[in-house]
C-alpha cells in the first residue's frame, strides 16, 4: 500500500514529510520522493530515489532542499517496475506535480489521447496520465488548480487518493479521495494531508476524514471541502495518533478493542482495491497478472489462526474459482513429499509474516523451483515472509497487539477473496457475478457492524459457559474452519479444552461425548447445508446436550430449554465465514473474562512464532 503526505506551512516542510514517510513505511514500498515548491524561485524541486526513506534522505543531505509547501510519496509498484522514474511525484512541464494512491484503470485509454495532444510520458505509471490531464485543463482551459481536479477525476475509473501542487498557486494544495483513504490534519496557520493519520502525529492531534467523492484545497489558513460539487463540512476529531495503537481507549483489553476494530479494518483492507463493480487486481502489484495467468491451482500453507484462513479459502476457491486446491500446515509441509501440479500458485498466510515453519516452507518451496510464483498474505509489509515471496497483498489490520488473532483473521479472509476472484476471472466467472461479489464486498464493513450490536447477547451466553470444562463446536462446508477457529479461541483465552468436527462427523465418534455437561456450540447460516445442519443438531437435543446457535435470522432456530438461539443478521453465502467468526470471537472473551484468565497475553503464547 503507498503512503502520502503533504503540508503547507509557514516554516520548511522537507522535514515534516520526510518524517511522515518514515511513520508510514510499516505499509510497505519500492521507493520514494518528495516534490517542494521552491520559495524562491517558485519552481517544483522533486527528489525520488528506489529503495527506502532513508535512500531518499541521504539524497536530500547532498543539496539544498526546502519549501513551505510540499508533497512526498512513498510507492508500492503495481504499474511499471520500482525505480526512480517509475517513483512519485510525477510532474507534468515541470509546473504541476501529483502523488497518487490507488490504480486508474482507464489510464491506457487517457494515455493514448495524451499522447496524440503532444505530451510526452516518462514513467509506465497510470499516475502520470492523470498529472498531465490537470495540467491540460490548467493549460488549455484556464481553469484554477482546483477547478482542473474536479474536471479530471470525472475522467477517471478506478480507486485513487491524490495530492496536487502548482506553480501557478504556490499557496496550496488540491486533494480528492475516491476508494483510496485521505485524512487531513488540522494546524495553526499551517494544514497537512495524508493516506494514514499516523504520518502526521508529530504535527497535529486534530484531523479530519475525508469521504467519499470529497475534494479539498488547503491553504495555511484554512480548509475547504467539496463533495458533488457542494461545499460539505467535516468533523474535526482530536486523537493522537502515536498512541492510538497502544491504548485501549474505552475497552478494558485489547482483544475487544481489537475484534470492534474489524469493520474499520476491513474497510481499509478493501479501499483501494475494488471499485464498485469488480477487484483492481494490480493492487497485487506489477508481477501479479503475469503469474495469476498461469495459475491452474493453488497450495496454501499456514500456521494456527492463518490456516484456518487457508480452509476457508479453499472452499472459495474451489467453488468460485474452480480451481483445484491444497492447504497444508507449515510445520508438516517440509516433511512431506509434495507432488506439485503444473501451474500450481504457492500461497502464504501470516499475521506477523515471521512465523518460522510458514517461513520454512516458503524456502522449500523456492528450492524445489516447482510454482509457478510465491504469494504472501501478510499484515507487516517489512516482514521477512514479504520480503522473500514475489509478491503480497497486504492485510492493514494495523497493530494487533491481543495474543489471539481477530481483525488480523478477518482482514487475512479479506485478501484470500480477492485473490479468489481475480483468479476466478480467469475460470469463467462472469462479470455480472463478479460485480455481485464486489457489492456484497462493498457491504461488509456494515454487515460487521451489525454483527458487533450482538455483544450484549453473546455475554449472557457466556455466562452458561463459563464454568464448563469441555466444549464442541459444529460448522457444515465453509463453517467446518470457521468452527475451528472458534474452537481455537475458547481453548487459547479462556483454556477450556474445545474441539471443532464437521457435523455431519458427529455420528461417527463425536456423539459419545455429548451429554447435558457438553455444550454444543454450532454456526447456522441460510445455506444449502442448513437442513443437513438442523438434523445434526437434532441428534444432539435428542441426547440432553446444551445447543448454543448462532443462526442467520431467517434459519427458522427457536430457543428452548436446550438450545438457546443468538440471531445474526443475513449475509451473503461469500461472506458467512467472515460475519460468523465474530460472535465466536466475542463469545471466548466473554467466557474468559467471566473465568478471569489474562485475555490478551493467554499463558504459554506468544504472538509470533518464530522458533520451529
Same mark, same amino acid.
Given at each position: 500500500m503507498c503512503g502520502i503526505v503533504g503540508a503547507v506551512a509557514q516554516r520548511d516542510v522537507s522535514g515534516i514529510l520526510l518524517e511522515g514517510l518514515r511513520r508510514l513505511e510499516y505499509r510497505g514500498y519500492d521507493s520514494a520522493g518528495m516534490a517542494l515548491l521552491d520559495a524562491r524561485t517558485n519552481d517544483i524541486d522533486c527528489i525520488k530515489a528506489t529503495g527506502k526513506v532513508a535512500k531518499l534522505e541521504e539524497s536530500m543531505a547532498q543539496r539544498p532542499f526546502e519549501g513551505r509547501i510540499g508533497i512526498a510519496h512513498t510507492r508500492w509498484a503495481t504499474h511499471g517496475e520500482p525505480s526512480e522514474r517509475n517513483a512519485h511525484p510525477h510532474l507534468s512541464a515541470g509546473r504541476i506535480a501529483l502523488v497518487h494512491n490507488g490504480i486508474i484503470e482507464n489510464y491506457q485509454a487517457l494515455r493514448q489521447e495524451l499522447v496524440a495532444q503532444g505530451y510526452v510520458f516518462s514513467s509506465e505509471t497510470d499516475t502520470e496520465a492523470v498529472v498531465h490531464l490537470i495540467h491540460q485543463a490548467c493549460s488549455t482551459q484556464g481553469l484554477t488548480l482546483l477547478d482542473a481536479v474536479k474536471q479530471t477525476v470525472k475522467k477517471l475509473h478506478g480507486a485513487y487518493g491524490l495530492c496536487v501542487i502548482s506553480t501557478n498557486e504556490p499557496d496550496k494544495i488540491v486533494v480528492a479521495r475516491s476508494g483510496s483513504p485521505l485524512v487531513i490534519g488540522v494546524g495553526i496557520g499551517e494544514n497537512f494531508i495524508a493516506s494514514d493519520a499516523l504520518a502526521l502525529g508529530q504535527v497535529t492531534d486534530r484531523f479530519m476524514y475525508l469521504e467519499e467523492g470529497d475534494i479539498a484545497e488547503l491553504t495555511l489558513k484554512e480548509v475547504k471541502i467539496w463533495n458533488a460539487d457542494k461545499r460539505v463540512q467535516r468533523v474535526v476529531t482530536h486523537i493522537t495518533s502515536e498512541i492510538a495503537e497502544v491504548e485501549k481507549g474505552e475497552y478494558g483489553h485489547f482483544m475487544l478493542k481489537e475484534i470492534h476494530e474489524q469493520a474499520q479494518v476491513i474497510r481499509n483492507t478493501l479501499n483501494g482495491r475494488i471499485s464498485d463493480t469488480h477487484v483492481l487486481e494490480e493492487a497485487f502489484g506489477v508481477k501479479s497478472r503475469a503469474i495469476f495467468d498461469k495459475v491452474q491451482q493453488v497450495q496454501i500453507v499456514a500456521c494456527g489462526t492463518s490456516y484456518h484462513a487457508g480452509m476457508i479459502t479453499k472452499y472459495w476457491l474451489e467453488n468460485i474459482a474452480k480451481l483445484s486446491s491444497q492447504i497444508d500446515i507449515a510445520s508438516d509441509y517440509r516433511y512431506r513429499n509434495i507432488i506439485v501440479q503444473p501451474g500450481t500458485l504457492f500461497v502464504t498466510i501470516s499475521q506477523s509474516g515471521e512465523t518460522a515453519d510458514t517461513l520454512a516452507a516458503l524456502r522449500y518451496a523456492k528450492e524445489s523451483g516447482a510454482y509457478v510464483g510465491h504469494l504472501a498474505i501478510c499484515n507487516v509489509a517489512t516482514s521477512s515472509l514479504v520480503r522473500e515471496s514475489d509478491f503480497c497483498?497486504?492485510?492493514? $489490520?494495523?497493530?494487533? &497487539?491481543?495474543?489471539?488473532?481477530? @481483525? $488480523?483473521?478477518?482482514?487475512?479472509?479479506?485478501?484470500?477473496?480477492?485473490?479468489?476472484?481475480?483468479? $476466478?476471472?480467469?475460470?469463467?466467472?462472469?462479470?455480472?457475478? =463478479?460485480?455481485?461479489?464486489?457489492? +456484497?464486498l462493498n457491504a461488509l464493513s456494515g454487515l460487521v457492524s451489525r454483527t458487533l450490536l450482538l455483544d450484549k447477547q453473546i455475554k449472557l451466553v457466556a455466562k452458561s459457559l463459563m464454568d464448563k470444562h469441555? #466444549?464442541?463446536?459444529? /460448522?457444515?462446508?465453509?463453517?467446518?474452519?470457521? $468452527? @475451528?477457529?472458534?474452537?481455537?479461541?475458547? @481453548? =487459547?483465552?479462556?483454556? &477450556?479444552?474445545? =474441539?471443532?468436527?464437521?457435523?455431519? =462427523?458427529?455420528?461417527?465418534?463425536?456423539? #459419545?461425548?455429548? +451429554?447435558?455437561?457438553?455444550?454444543? &456450540?454450532?454456526?447456522?447460516?441460510? +445455506?444449502?447445508?442448513?437442513?443437513?445442519? @438442523? /438434523?445434526?443438531?437434532a441428534e444432539v437435543s435428542a441426547r440432553g446436550g446444551k445447543l448454543f446457535v448462532f443462526a442467520d435470522e431467517s434459519a427458522g432456530f427457536e430457543n428452548d430449554r436446550n438450545c438457546k438461539v443468538v440471531n445474526v443478521p443475513s449475509v451473503p453465502d461469500i461472506l458467512s465465514p467472515i460475519i460468523y467468526t465474530i460472535p465466536l470471537q466475542l463469545l471466548a472473551y466473554h467466557v474468559a473474562i467471566f473465568k478471569g484468565t489474562d485475555v490478551d497475553h493467554p499463558r504459554n503464547l506468544a504472538k509470533s512464532v518464530t522458533v520451529e
Open positions: 497483498l497486504l492485510t492493514t $489490520a494495523g497493530r494487533e &497487539i491481543g495474543v489471539a488473532s481477530t @481483525k $488480523a483473521f478477518t482482514t487475512q479472509l479479506c485478501a484470500l477473496l480477492l485473490l479468489t476472484l481475480v483468479l $476466478a476471472r480467469r475460470t469463467g466467472m462472469s462479470d455480472e457475478t =463478479e460485480q455481485k461479489h464486489v457489492r +456484497d469441555h #466444549a464442541l463446536f459444529l /460448522g457444515r462446508g465453509v463453517q467446518y474452519p470457521v $468452527a @475451528k477457529e472458534g474452537a481455537l479461541k475458547l @481453548k =487459547e483465552i479462556s483454556y &477450556i479444552h474445545a =474441539e471443532a468436527y464437521p457435523a455431519g =462427523e458427529l455420528k461417527h465418534g463425536p456423539l #459419545a461425548l455429548v +451429554d447435558e455437561k457438553m455444550p454444543v &456450540i454450532a454456526v447456522a447460516p441460510n +445455506d444449502e447445508l442448513l437442513g443437513k445442519l @438442523k /438434523g445434526n443438531l
